[in-house]
DNA sequence: CTGAAAGCGCTAACAG
DNA sequence: CTGTTAGCGCTTTCAG
C-alpha cells in the first residue's frame, strides 16, 4: 500500500492530474460536480497531499522554523504555545530546534530550516562570551529576503530585522524600586550565561538603576556568567562563609530562581527574614514555595503570540518597514520581600 | 538575491549539475580536486541544498514528526530534549505538533505530517471519553509501512505498534506500600481527564495496589476526571468541606500535583501533619516547596532518548519485530507523608 | 471546463 | 571521471 498521489485519483476518475489538482485546491477551472467526485476519491484513497512537492514549486513550505535557545527551558512551554495558537489556524507547522546556547547548533540548524524551505524563522539568537555569533548568517538570510523575526533576544544596531521583546532594563529597575521602598540598600544580583542579551540589558538596567536609586553597587554582589545554573549554589554559599550577603537579591533567570531558593535553604538562611529574594518569570511554582516568591513576570504567551502574528505579517510583505515590539514585563508582589523599614 | 542551487555552482565552474550533486554529496565519481573546488563555491555562493527536492526524489524527508498532547506539560521539556539529543547528531529534525488532547487536532497534524513526508512518527495518542481516537488512521499509516513510535501512551490491543511507555501500574503501587508502611489506610488518588492511557492505568494500579494491600476503597476518595487541572481545587475543597479527606493522596500528573498542593495551602491544611501528598513526575520544585515532596518519578529524558531511537531502528528497518518498552519509574521520598505509626 | 506539457531542485541510471 | 536524461508530485501556463 503506497501513499495516493494525484495521478492515482485522475486514474480512478479517468481524468486527468492537472484537473484533480484544481479541483482539490479549489482553483477555478473544475465543475461542481466533478470537484465532488474528486474530493469523495480522495477520501476514500485516503489521499494526502504531497506538501515537499508544492515547497520544490512554489517555495510555500507552510513550514517556520523557531530556533530556540535551550529547549528544557520552561520559557519555551509558554512561548511555543503562544507561537502554535497563531500558527494552527492558518496551517504553518513548526519546525523546532535546540541550539542549547551553541553558536555552531544554531548555525546547522539554520541551514537546515532554509535546506527544508521554512516560509520564516523565529530566532532568539544565541551569543557566546566572546561576542562570536551567528549575526552574519541572518543577514544573509534577510538578503535573500527570508523573514525572520527575533524574540527575547536580538543584536544591537540592527534595526532592519523585525523584533519581540521584554523591556529587561525597566523589568529590574521595577524590582529596584520595589527593594528600595522596603528599604533595601544591600542588593545583589545573579545573572546567568554572560553576552547573552537579556542577561546583558538586565545587567545594565541593575546598574542604570542603582544609580537613579542612589543605591550603592558593590562588586561582590554582581554575581555574572552564572552557567550551567547549578553555579549559583556554589556563589551563594561563598557569599554566606564570607558573611557578606547582601539584604535583597534579584535572579534574573527562571532556573537561576530555584537554585538560589535551593541554596538559600541549604544554607538554612530564612527568607524573607534574613534574606529577601525577587525571582524571575513567573510560575504556579513561585506561588508554592515558601514562601510565596515576589516574581518579575514576562508576557511570555503574548511573546509567542506576537512573534508569530508579526511573522506571518512578514511572510505575506517582505518589504514592509520594521516591527518593533518591546513588551512590559510586570512585578507580582509577593511574601519573599522584607520590609526593613518596620 | 535568490537561494542559489546546485545549477549555479555548475555554471560558475562550467560543470553538469550531476556532477555538482556527486561531489556534494560524496558519492564515488568526482575528482578529489574538482570536489574541493565545488565545496568551495558552494561556500561562496552561501549555497544550501534544497531538502524538499530530495524529499520528493527518494522520500528521505529527514523530519520526524512528533504529536505532543499538550505542549505545556512540562514532560515535554524533558521529553523533547530527549529525543532531540538523540536525533540531532543524525541530522533528523522535529516537526512539532500540539493537539490539546483534540482528536480532530491530532488528526490534522498526523495528515500535515504524512503530507510533509515524514519518515516517522512519535506519539502519545489522544482518546477521548466516549473512546474516540485516531487509532483508525494510525493503523492506515502502519499498513503504509510509516514507522510509528507510541511514547507515553499506547492503544490497548494494538500489538503490531512500537512503544515506550513507563509502568503506570507499578509506579502506583510503589507509592501505596509507601503509605501502608507509614501506617495509611484512608488513601485517596486524584486523577486527570478520563480515557487516557495512562491515568486507566494509574486508576487500575490503585485499584489492584488497594487490594493486595487490603487498603478499602472509597469511592469518594477516587477523584476522576478533573480536568482543567484547576478543578483539583474544588474537588479538594468539597471534600474538607464535607470533613471527609483521606489521610493520603496521590497525584498523578505534574500539573494536578500543583493545584493540590496550592488547594491544601489555601484551606490551611498542614502537610504532612494532617495530610500526607504523593507527587507525581520530579522536578526541582518538588524539592523547593514546603514540605519537599514525596514524588513518584518517571524517567522522562530517558523515554523521549528510547522512542527515538528505537523510532531510527525502525525507519531503518521497517520489518523488525515490534519493540516494546516499559521504563520503571520511582519513588523519591522527602518530607510530604507523615509515619502514622509512630 | 478540461487535457497536455513544462518545470521547481535534486538524484540516479545510463552513456560516453 | 563526467555529462545527459528522466522523473519524484504538484501547479501552472498554454491549448483545445
Given at each position: 500500500m503506497q501513499k495516493p498521489t494525484i495521478k492515482d485519483i485522475a486514474k480512478a476518475l479517468n481524468i486527468s492530474p492537472s484537473t484533480v489538482s484544481r479541483a482539490l485546491s479549489g482553483k477555478p477551472g473544475a465543475s461542481e460536480e466533478l470537484r465532488r467526485k474528486v474530493i469523495d476519491t480522495a477520501q476514500e484513497l485516503g489521499y494526502m497531499k504531497n506538501?515537499?512537492?508544492?515547497?520544490?514549486?512554489?517555495?510555500?513550505?507552510?513550514?517556520?522554523?523557531?530556533?530556540?535557545?535551550?529547549?528544557?527551558?520552561?520559557?519555551?512551554?509558554?512561548?511555543?504555545?503562544?507561537?502554535?495558537?497563531?500558527?494552527?489556524?492558518?496551517?504553518?507547522?513548526?519546525?523546532?530546534?535546540?541550539?542549547?546556547?551553541?553558536?555552531?547548533?544554531?548555525?546547522?540548524?539554520?541551514?537546515?530550516?532554509?535546506?527544508?524551505?521554512?516560509?520564516?524563522?523565529?530566532?532568539?539568537?544565541?551569543?557566546?562570551?566572546?561576542?562570536?555569533?551567528?549575526?552574519?548568517?541572518?543577514?544573509?538570510?534577510?538578503?535573500?529576503g527570508i523573514p525572520i523575526v527575533f524574540y527575547d533576544r536580538l543584536f544591537y544596531n540592527q534595526d532592519q530585522f523585525d523584533h519581540v521583546i521584554v523591556d529587561n532594563q525597566d523589568v529590574i529597575i521595577q524590582a529596584l524600586i520595589h527593594l528600595k521602598e522596603n528599604g533595601h540598600e544591600k542588593i545583589g544580583i545573579f545573572l546567568s550565561k554572560k553576552g547573552i542579551f537579556t542577561i546583558e540589558e538586565r545587567l545594565k538596567g541593575f546598574l542604570k538603576g542603582c544609580k537613579l536609586l542612589n543605591i550603592p553597587v558593590k562588586k561582590e554582589w554582581i554575581c555574572e556568567d552564572i552557567y550551567p545554573h547549578e553555579k549559583?549554589?556554589?556563589?551563594?554559599?561563598?557569599?554566606?562563609?564570607?558573611?557578606?550577603?547582601?539584604?535583597?537579591?534579584?535572579?534574573?533567570?527562571?532556573?537561576?530562581?530555584?537554585?538560589?531558593?535551593?541554596?538559600?535553604?541549604?544554607?538554612?538562611?530564612?527568607?524573607?527574614?534574613?534574606?529577601?529574594?525577587?525571582?524571575?518569570?513567573?510560575?504556579?511554582?513561585?506561588?508554592?514555595?515558601?514562601?510565596?516568591?515576589?516574581?518579575?513576570?514576562?508576557?511570555?504567551?503574548?511573546?509567542?503570540?506576537?512573534?508569530?502574528?508579526?511573522?506571518?505579517?512578514?511572510?505575506?510583505?517582505?518589504?514592509?518597514?520594521?516591527?518593533?515590539v518591546v513588551l512590559k514585563g510586570e512585578l507580582i508582589e509577593r511574601k519573599s520581600v522584607k520590609n526593613l523599614k518596620s
Open positions: 506538501l515537499s512537492a508544492g515547497t520544490l514549486k512554489n517555495s510555500k513550505s507552510k513550514i517556520i522554523g523557531v530556533i530556540a535557545f535551550d529547549i528544557r527551558n520552561p520559557f519555551f512551554l509558554e512561548f511555543l504555545k503562544g507561537v502554535e495558537d497563531v500558527l494552527f489556524p492558518r496551517e504553518y507547522k513548526i519546525l523546532l530546534s535546540n541550539v542549547d546556547e551553541n553558536v555552531d547548533k544554531e548555525k546547522t540548524y539554520l541551514n537546515w530550516m532554509i535546506g527544508h524551505g521554512v516560509e520564516g524563522i523565529l530566532a532568539s539568537p544565541v551569543t557566546e562570551k566572546t561576542g562570536k555569533s551567528n549575526l552574519r548568517l541572518y543577514q544573509d538570510f534577510f538578503k535573500m549559583a549554589i556554589e556563589v551563594l554559599n561563598g557569599l554566606k562563609r564570607k558573611n557578606n550577603l547582601p539584604t535583597a537579591i534579584i535572579a534574573t533567570n527562571n532556573n537561576l530562581t530555584k537554585y538560589i531558593v535551593y541554596a538559600v535553604k541549604k544554607n538554612n538562611i530564612k527568607i524573607p527574614e534574613e534574606l529577601s529574594l525577587i525571582g524571575f518569570d513567573d510560575s504556579l511554582e513561585n506561588e508554592l514555595i515558601d514562601p510565596p516568591l515576589t516574581t518579575i513576570k514576562q508576557p511570555i504567551l503574548e511573546e509567542g503570540k506576537i512573534a508569530a502574528t508579526s511573522l506571518l505579517s512578514r511572510i505575506e510583505d517582505r518589504y514592509a518597514r520594521p516591527m518593533r
